[in-house]
């Protein structure tokens, strides 16, 4: 298809050792880079499902062996965090703290030719085959990218940077942050959006084209981001800003809201989380309160440790939840009911 739209190939075959041609496709794919590496070419590697709106190379920094986009959804996600497990059994050492990075996105991805570049591409290769299976790409990629050296794991050494994640960003940064954000949605355009290759996948990226290329503001708006999302808007936020700032909830006779301040929530997977009927609301981050947004169905404003959040229920027996939204940046969480033991 390349060949016939008039862009330059070259035939695997002319590049990669008979071995290596017989290799599957991830490992096919890293045996040309580092041969594209060695002949002192910088590469892009994108997969078919890649859409690009702007012109990739003008947005590298060429400072590093690696650069990549991450599987992030926000700046802790993205580029890592110092996580604390509190083990109060230790003592003055009951804390531990460690970093926590979420993996790599391999759809896309920039190597200098740098000699650190070609043993990352010749050990990426080797790890694979080595797998024999068990081990994805992505998986082979963000550990060697992230994880340290150790006498069970030897690095190649290559010097990575993570690339900006609404910039180099994802179908789900895209539908669930960019699009939702008004801020965003209005005017910023990503350089590069990387699509799932699955049965929706083309349609997301004539969706995609359509926004960016044809300048359609609602074309992306058909599709979903998974979890129904709470209504985001400025005046929703605005009203949730108002809201926030504490006093009776109302409305507290319905069924919804009995189950609301009667049970114990999880947020993130992490509790307590609970409503008082007064208006009242405790996390383990700190107190807040919160009250629901007059004319919505189901949906609440909270507000805790100076964030303002818009919370959407959902009651169906058995399976109680919620999707908050951060009216700063879009983040998003799922809640859930804390089923009684």
Known sequence: AARGAGVPTVPASSVLSAESAAFPPAQAKYALLRQALVAGFGVLLLEPSAVLLSDPFAALYRDSDIE???AGWDDPSAYGYNHVLDDPTMGFTRYCHGSRIVARDPAML??????????FAGTIVRRLR?????????QAVSEELWLPSSPAFARAGAIPRVQNYLCFTTARVLWRTINRLPSLRASFRPVVV???????????MRA????????????LDKFTVGETMPEFSEEVCRAARQAGKGGAPGGAAEGWLRTLTSSTWSWAGVKPLTFAAHGSMSTPWGNGVWAVLPGKERLIAANFIGRQHVLLFTM?????????????DADVVLGRRVKEE
């Open 110 to 119: 920039f190597a200098m030719p740098s000699p650190g570049a070609v043993r």
């Open 194 to 204: 990387l699509v799932p290759n699955n049965a929706e996948g083309p349609a997301r």
């Open 130 to 138: 080595d797998a024999g299976g068990a081990k994805t790409e992505r």
């Open 316 to 328: 169906d027996q058995g399976k109680e939840r919620f999707v908050s939204s951060r009216c700063d």
């Open 68 to 70: 990549s986009p991450s």
């Open 208 to 219: 995609i084209i359509d926004r960016y290329v044809s300048g359609v503001p609602e074309a």
